[in-house]
């Protein structure tokens, strides 16, 4: 280990953020390491934030970067909804990320996903990548991991899928890229919004299906405190 490394140096930060449109509504999902350099920061972080009762933002890049992001966001749709007097739409709220995104992209480090449904539109997916460019997809990947799933979601996704469907594409395209990406793992969470609400959900990454050469957790602190207590010592 090197311990004279300089602490200003930039840092290597990775994620796996997916947000992914169906017959009704959209799906985020999102890993939950927060890396930074070789070193794991956080196991088990939120990287989907709300913004309004019906918007959501997926989070990759600078961690610090994307949170302020998010709370300027918060801070004004909520004047806008108390302006209007009904929720912002979801077009709006990826205008002001992109707003913000792109007066600021000497200094931000950061790529989102805005995620949510309206009255208006129904359910829809943007995505604003480093710089601050818009763009309306009906699924969008970010963060290091979408390296490793270009490719998968050319083959998997399709047109109105429905609600299972579309949250067993995001389980699974998370966890192949936790299996190859380094800078991504721990669990997997998903968001699922459309016009009845927002569920979320949660699956452990020891439930998560294993791909191709990765091996079953030994001696983990699961596998510890699932074993048998052992016996006492005969003296």
């Known amino acids: 280990m090197d311990l004279n490394m300089d602490l200003n140096a930039p840092h290597s930060m990775g994620t796996t953020i997916i947000g992914v449109t169906y017959n009704g509504g959209v799906v985020l999902g999102a890993d939950s390491r927060t890396s930074t350099g070789m070193y794991v920061a956080n196991r088990a972080s939120d990287k989907i934030t709300q913004l ?40 709006v709220a990826a205008n002001l990320i992109r707003l913000i995104s792109y007066n600021n992209k000497n200094m931000l480090e950061t790529g989102l996903i805005v995620g949510g449904w309206d009255k208006y539109e129904g359910g ?36 109105g899928m429905t609600k299972d469907e579309a949250e067993q594409l995001v389980v699974k395209a998370v966890s192949l890229a936790i299996a190859r990406d380094g800078a991504s793992g721990g669990v997997v969470r ?32 699961l596998d510890i405190l699932n074993s048998p207590s052992p016996e006492p010592m005969n003296i």
């Not at 918060?74 to 909804?81: A, C, I, P, V």
């Not at 191709?212 to 001696?219: A, F, G, K, M, R």
């Open 52 to 91: 309004t009762d019906n918007v959501y933002v997926c989070r990759s890049g600078s961690a610090a970067d994307s949170q302020l992001v998010s709370d300027y966001v918060r801070y004004f749709l909520h004047q806008h909804t108390i302006q209007l007097g009904q929720p912002a739409t979801v077009k």
């Open 124 to 159: 829809k997916i943007y995505g604003i990548p480093l710089g601050g460019t818009l763009i309306e997809q009906p699924f969008a990947i970010g963060g290091s991991g979408s390296s490793y799933l270009y490719g998968f979601f050319d083959q998997a996704w399709k047109e």
């Open 190 to 221: 998903t968001v699922v919004i459309n016009s009845e609400g927002v569920t979320r959900n949660f699956y452990p990454g020891d439930k998560l299906q294993l791909w191709h050469e990765e091996l079953e957790p030994q001696n983990s602190l």
